[in-house]
C-alpha cells in the first residue's frame, strides 16, 4: 500500500482561549461547526468544523483519496510579535490542544507544532517537548519582523532540525499589507507567493544553503511560491552581475532547488511542470492547504489528472512526503 500523504493541512483548536492582549487572535464560535478568527474586533476568517473535528478531516480525506495529513500551526496564531515568554505560552497552549484532535487518528493525522520563534533558547524548548509528546515536526513562519530565514538565531534553529532529525515546514504569513493589496485577497495571492520567492532568495543568497546541512529537511508551501518561476531571473543576476547583486553563495539560486521540497497546491499542469523541472522529480509533495478557501479539493485533483509518469505520481502523492516525514511518523503499519 502506498498511502496519500497531504503534506499541507491546518488545525485550529476548538479550546484556543481568548489571552485578553489587544489584537490576539481569537475564536468566536458561531454554531458547533462554524467560528470566526478574530483579531480584536476584526474578523479574520471564517472557518468551519474541519479546522478541528477530526471526524469531518477523516470524511474528507477519504472523500479525496488522502490517508494521512500533515497537521499545520494556522499562522496568525505564531505569537512571533509578543515577548519570548508569551509566545512560548502561546506555542505550548496551541500545541497540546492540537495533539487532542490528531490523538483521535494517530495514524493518519500527523502534527506539526509552532515555536516562538523570536528567540532561539525557547524555540528549542517547545520544539524538544513537542517532539517528544508526539509531534511529528515543526512549521515555522517564513520570517520573524525584519529577520528572514538567513537570520543567525533562525539558522541555529534549523540546525537544531537538522541535528535531531526533525523536517521543517516553512509557510509565508504576516504579509507586507498596504492599500493596494487590501483589496481582492492580494496579500494572499500575490503576497504570500511572494513572502515564500522571498525566503528561499534569502538562503539562497546569503549562502546559509551553503552552511546547512544537507540531511535539513525543509518543506516549502504553496509551490515554493515565485521562486520556481523566477530562478532564471536570479541565476542570471547571479552570473552577470554580482558586482550589483553581491551574493555570498557558492552556487547560483537555482542550485539549491533540490535542497527543498515544495508542495502542488499550485492549480495547473503548467506550473506543476516548472516545479518539477526546477526542484526535480524527488522534490514535489501533495499538498492542500486544507480545509482553507484557497486550497485545492479534491486533495490532489492537479497530480493526479497530470500528464507525469506512474512512478512520478506515485512519487509526489507518497514516496517523496515520506522522505520529507523521515522515520518518525507512525504512519500504517508496512508503508515504508
Ligand atoms: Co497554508
Known amino acids: 500500500m502506498s498511502p496519500v500523504i497531504d503534506v499541507h493541512t491546518h488545525v485550529v483548536p476548538p479550546g484556543w482561549p481568548d489571552l485578553g492582549a489587544p489584537g490576539d487572535p481569537w475564536l468566536r464560535m458561531d454554531s458547533t461547526t462554524a467560528a470566526t478568527i478574530m483579531l480584536g474586533d476584526r474578523e479574520f476568517r471564517q472557518i468551519t468544523d474541519a479546522c478541528w473535528n477530526a471526524d469531518t478531516r477523516l470524511a474528507d480525506m477519504d472523500a479525496d483519496g488522502v490517508d494521512v495529513q500533515v497537521v499545520l500551526p494556522t499562522p496568525v496564531f505564531f505569537g512571533y510579535d509578543r515577548v519570548p515568554a508569551d509566545a512560548a505560552r502561546i506555542a505550548a497552549i496551541f500545541n497540546d490542544l492540537t495533539l487532542d484532535i490528531t490523538a483521535q487518528a494517530p495514524d493518519r493525522l500527523l502534527p506539526f507544532c509552532q515555536v516562538p520563534l523570536q528567540d532561539l533558547e525557547a524555540a528549542v524548548a517547545e520544539l524538544d517537548r513537542c517532539i517528544a509528546n508526539g509531534h511529528q515536526g515543526v512549521e515555522i513562519g517564513n520570517h520573524v519582523g525584519d529577520r528572514d530565514l538567513d537570520d543567525e538565531a533562525v539558522l541555529s534553529f534549523l540546525m537544531h532540525c537538522a541535528d535531531h532529525d526533525v523536517p521543517v515546514f516553512v509557510h509565508p504569513w504576516d504579509m507586507t499589507s498596504a492599500s493596494r493589496t487590501d483589496r481582492w ?24 544553503f551553503d552552511r546547512l546541512p544537507t540531511r535539513l529537511r525543509l518543506g516549502f508551501a504553496h509551490g515554493g511560491g515565485s521562486f520556481a518561476y523566477w530562478a532564471g531571473r536570479a541565476d542570471n543576476a547571479w552570473h552577470q552581475r554580482r558586482d550589483l547583486v553581491g551574493a555570498d553563495s557558492e552556487h547560483p539560486p537555482s542550485a539549491y532547488a533540490e535542497r527543498v521540497y515544495v508542495d502542488s497546491v499550485v492549480f495547473t499542469e503548467t506550473a506543476l511542470r516548472v516545479l518539477l523541472d526546477v526542484h526535480g522529480n524527488d522534490r514535489i509533495v501533495l499538498g492542500s492547504d486544507y480545509p482553507y478557501p484557497l486550497g485545492e479539493r479534491p486533495a490532489g485533483a492537479l497530480v493526479r489528472a497530470a500528464e507525469v509518469s506512474s512512478d ?22 508496512g508503508t515504508r
Not at 522571498?198 to 546559509?208: M, N, P, R
Open 185 to 208: 485577497m492580494l496579500e494572499w495571492l500575490v503576497g504570500m507567493p511572494a513572502e515564500t520567492h522571498l525566503s528561499l532568495l534569502h538562503l539562497a543568497l546569503s549562502g546559509a
Open 312 to 333: 512520478v505520481r506515485e512519487q509526489i502523492l507518497t514516496g517523496n512526503a515520506l522522505r520529507f516525514l523521515g522515520e518518525g511518523p507512525a504512519l500504517p503499519r
